[in-house]
C-alpha cells in the first residue's frame, strides 16, 4: 500500500469508527503549525512558556544530570529553538534532529549549523511510530530530549511503551530529558484548553481543512464547534469537534453522516502528578529521575538516568 492510501486509509477509519476521531498528527499542515506557535504565546496557555522558565531556572543542574553528552536526540525538534538554548550548557558533541517534516527541519538545522560550526549536526526524517532505532550511534552515550509535554499526547499505556524503547536504546548509559504537564486546577487547565482569543478553536477546525485536502473530503468548518474538556477520572484533556447541525461529508469513496451534537475526538492531553511520572519512567527501566517544577507546580522537567 502506498504512503498516500495508507493516510486516507486511516482518515476514512477514523471518520467512520463508532466514536469518530481525527488523529491529532493532523493538526500540523502549514497554518496548524503556525497556530500551535500563537496558542504557545497565549496567556492562558501556561506549559510552553513555564517550561521554559524551568529549564532556564535549572539549566546548570540539569547539565550536571545529563553529564556527558556524545549525541542530543531532539524528538519532534521542529524548529529547534528548545534544544539549542540547552547547547550552551549542556555542550553535545553532536545534535540530531528528528521530525516528520524533513524540509523545515533542514533548514532549522542549516541555520543553527552556523550558529554552532562546533556541533556535529544532522537532520532526520523520523515519525515517532517508527521503532526508535539508531544503529549509527551505537556506544555513543545518548540524551534523548522529548520537551513540551508531547507525551500527553500519547495514551498511558504507550507512553510507557515508549519510555521502555528510549531505556532500552539508551543501552545502559545516557538517559531523556523530557517536559510534561502536571494535574491542576481544573480551571486553569480549562483556561488553557479553551483561549478567549479562540485560537485552540481555530487549531481544532483547521484538522478539517487539512482532512479536505488529504483525502478529498467537503466538510465545512461553519458545521462544526470546539469542544475542550477536562476529564477528572481520566486525568486528560479531550478535545472534540462538535457537529452544529446534522453534517454529512463526503469523499471520493464514501461519505458519512453527523447529527447534530455527533463529537469528533481530535486529541487527548494526559497531566500526570510528579510521582505517577516518575514512577512511570522507573516502572519503564529507567535506574533513576531527576525533577525540577515552577513554584506553582504547573509543569515539570524530568531528567531519568538510563
Ligand atoms: C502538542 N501538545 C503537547 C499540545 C497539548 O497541550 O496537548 C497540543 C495542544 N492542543 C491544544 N492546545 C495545545
Known amino acids: 500500500m502506498t504512503q498516500a492510501s495508507d493516510t486516507t486509509q486511516e482518515i476514512i477509519s477514523g471518520l467512520q469508527a463508532s466514536t469518530p476521531s481525527i488523529s491529532p498528527k493532523f493538526f500540523y499542515d502549514d497554518i496548524g503549525s503556525r497556530l500551535f506557535e500563537v496558542i504557545t504565546l497565549l496567556d492562558e496557555y501556561y506549559p510552553s512558556r513555564t517550561e521554559k522558565s524551568i529549564m532556564e531556572a535549572n539549566s546548570q543542574a540539569i547539565a550536571l544530570a545529563v553529564g556527558q553528552c556524545d549525541v542530543l536526540l531532539d524528538l519532534g525538534a521542529g524548529n529547534c529553538a528548545k534544544a539549542s538554548a540547552l547547547f550552551d550548557s549542556i ?4 545534535y540530531r534532529a528528528l521530525d516528520i517534516s524533513k524540509a523545515f527541519l533542514e533548514s532549522a538545522v542549516a541555520d543553527l549549523q552556523k550558529r554552532f560550526p562546533m556541533i556535529e549536526m544532522q537532520a532526520q526524517a523520523f515519525d515517532l511510530i517508527q521503532p526508535l532505532d539508531f544503529p549509527d550511534l551505537i556506544n555513543q552515550r545518548k540524551t534523548f530530549f522529548y520537551p513540551g509535554s508531547s507525551i500527553g499526547n500519547f495514551d ?6 515508549f519510555f521502555e524503547n528510549i531505556a532500552k536504546v539508551c543501552q545502559g548509559a545516557g538517559g531523556l530529558l523530557i517536559g510534561v504537564d502536571l494535574i491542576k486546577d481544573r480551571e ?4 488553557a484548553y479553551n483561549d478567549s482569543l479562540g485560537v485552540t478553536s481555530a487549531f481544532n477546525l483547521n484538522a478539517l481543512l487539512h482532512i479536505n485536502r488529504l483525502i478529498n473530503a467537503n466538510f465545512d468548518v461553519r458545521d462544526w464547534e470546539h469542544h ?8 486528560r484533556i479531550e478535545m472534540y469537534l462538535r457537529a452544529v447541525r446534522d453534517v454529512q461529508v463526503s469523499w471520493p469513496s464514501g461519505k458519512q453522516s453527523f447529527q447534530k451534537d455527533a463529537l469528533i475526538h481530535t486529541e487527548n492531553s494526559y497531566k500526570y502528578t510528579i510521582a505517577n511520572f516518575t514512577q512511570m519512567l522507573l516502572d519503564a527501566g529507567f535506574k533513576s529521575a531527576q525533577t525540577w517544577t515552577d513554584s506553582n507546580s504547573h509543569f515539570l522537567v524530568c531528567y531519568a538516568s538510563a
Do not use: Y
Open 91 to 94: 555542550k553535545p558533541k553532536q
Open 156 to 161: 498511558t499505556e504507550s507512553a510507557k511503551r
Open 188 to 191: 486553569v487547565l480549562h483556561r
Open 228 to 235: 475542550a474538556i477536562f476529564n477528572e477520572s481520566l486525568s
